[in-house]
């Protein structure tokens, strides 16, 4: 299975990552990492420009944790714990990489606590200069990678330096167990024995979070142990990060934690949102610069655009003035008659619309039921309606025949007649009725 991290390593992207300036603090030292560059610096380093600062501070205390709170809770819950259990003298800043709901009243936090004083001072190194300055924890860097590089099956990231190994077990989503291991100094034995606690842990994150890890990737710094020095044997593949090349004090070393570094974005640091913003809206102020050049000089072809169209519609305007004018002051058309075809348009239009003495014949024949005859009918055409008057009988009882008359009318009705006059009279043997409709002509 190829890993995604190959193709996020890739020599372009180093290149560009490499106009950051970053200050690394590993194992009690400083180092800036600049141009594809590693220099030391000074315990009171004062650095120019904007830089991301990654530290380590041994004070420091890296884990995952269940408590029994809900999720905006949970630091409250974990300081109070670590201060319970000793592990901590005074208050702490908790920097939270994740946190997983875990039940109704659980959730999952992967966290590192740094005494408060210890933070305060990062800080003072940030608000120190007009430069934006972006704090990384270590083991943010590695969750960022891990993010990174892991899919839905969980993987070790082991970032061995000095006497320190740094490993975090997790995947895309959820991040199962982290914790660092110290050996005593860097000789083979006790790396040996650094490298049996790592896989230690991880047989107890197995355990504790019951899933299987096959893949171990292996991330180094300038003070790494050798390849022969670790790792050690296990059954798990053990994937060696490409290193990246970097001059240090003038000697080439190899590097892959610098790979890992520069998967981070600026909004992944744990500075306040205000020097997150700054430090992108200064990094992207030469693009910028060169957006608003641009958008500039296309506002000045646009003007001058404009304003030659402007200047040939006034021109066409004059000239279609300068013809009405003509048109306005030259002889009157002459006058042409158009009553009589006027009266022969409408004449027309009313024949088309008005019903035909056809039609008028076949909607009374559709509406006349049986035993109903029309003895008379008359239609009359006017202006805008049509009149019908009928004159007709009934060979039936009372009953009937004035049923029949009224569905009669009734269907004249829905066809659009209107009843202006109704007679209906009765007889001995029938029934006599005399009615008059109405059709608008529309």
Aim: glycine residues 4%; aromatic residues 12%; hydrophobic residues 40%.
């Amino acid at each position: 299975m190829a890993y995604p991290y190959r193709k996020l390593c890739g020599e372009e992207q180093t290149l560009r990552k490499h106009r950051r300036q970053y200050v690394i603090e590993l194992d009690g030292m400083a180092w800036r990492c600049q141009g594809g560059r590693i220099e030391r610096l000074d315990p009171t380093w004062d650095t120019i420009g904007d830089r991301w600062i990654v530290f380590d501070s041994q004070t420091a205390i890296t884990r995952t944790m269940i408590v029994e709170a809900p999720a905006k809770y949970a630091e409250v819950i974990v300081r109070k714990r670590l201060q319970e259990s000793g592990e901590v003298d005074g208050p702490v800043f908790l920097f939270t990489f994740h946190k997983e709901k875990k039940g109704p009243n659980a959730t999952n936090i992967f966290f590192t606590a740094l005494p408060i004083q210890v933070y305060n001072q990062y800080l003072e190194k940030t608000r120190s200069r007009d430069e934006s300055v972006l704090l990384f924890p270590v083991f943010s860097v590695l969750h960022g990678f891990i993010k990174r590089i892991a899919r839905r099956k969980p993987v070790a990231v082991v970032f061995q330096h000095g006497q320190f190994a740094d490993l975090i077990v997790g995947s895309q989503k959820r991040t199962y167990y982290a914790n660092r291991s110290m050996a005593f100094d860097t000789t083979d034995d006790q790396i040996s024995a650094l490298w049996d606690m790592v896989l230690k842990d991880i047989d107890t994150a197995e355990k504790e979070g019951r899933i299987e890890v096959d893949r171990i990737f292996l991330l180094n710094w300038i003070n790494s142990a050798s390849k022969e020095q670790w790792p050690g044997k296990t059954s798990r593949k053990v994937v060696t990060v490409p290193p990246e090349t970097v001059p240090v004090d003038g000697a080439p070393i190899a590097v892959s934690f610098l790979k890992a570094l520069h998967l981070q974005t600026p909004l992944s640091s744990f500075s306040p949102l205000l020097e997150q913003l700054s430090y992108v809206s200064r990094r992207s102020l030469p693009w910028l610069n060169v957006s608003l050049l641009g958008a500039v000089i296309l506002f000045v072809v646009g003007f001058f655009w404009c304003n030659h169209q402007i200047t040939g519609y006034e021109q066409a305007l004059t000239a279609n003035r300068d013809r009405m004018n003509a048109l306005y002051h030259g002889e009157s058309l002459p006058r042409m008659p158009y009553e009589e075809t006027l009266s022969f348009v409408k004449e027309i239009d009313y024949y088309r619309k008005a019903p035909s003495y056809k039609q008028v014949v076949n909607d009374i024949s559709e509406a006349l039921p049986a035993k109903v005859t029309v003895e008379v009918l008359k239609v009359d055409y006017d202006d805008n309606q049509v009149g019908v008057e009928i004159y007709g009988k009934a060979k039936t009882t009372f009953e009937n025949a004035h049923r029949a008359y009224e569905r009669f009318a009734e269907e004249l009705k829905d066809k659009g007649y209107v009843m202006a006059e109704s007679k209906f009279d009765t007889k001995i043997h029938q029934s006599e009725f005399i009615t008059r409709f109405t059709k608008r002509i529309l």
